[in-house]
């Protein structure tokens, strides 16, 4: 039986949480990149830089603490389903590394500042 966070319900569907709660969906295929969800969640999210950012898979081991497993732009959705284990898993739009200067991003993209204020407030 599959959790109802489960990565992969419906064949070719991918589901991304974030971290407002939302969920966005995705159909692929087999030429379906990491980065071609990225793109259009840069869209659907009005983000204008989204280098600070990333799809993970989010799980947890028999300890119960939570890994994440950076996925890469080149990756093909397709691949990433085959290759891992999913039960239990989520992915996720998170921020993959922090500014050096956040002000600058705020500046820059204030979309984009607001995402990364609610993963670290």
Known sequence: MLKKEALLLIPNVLKVFLENGQIKSFTFDGRTTVKDVMVTLQDRLSLRHIEHFALVLEYSNLEQSHR????????????VVQRTHYHGMRCLFRVSFFPKDPVELLRRDPAAFEYLYIQVG
């Not at 994440?68 to 691949?79: I, R, S, T």
């Open 68 to 79: 994440f497993l950076l996925l890469q732009d080149k990756q093909p959705l397709a691949h």
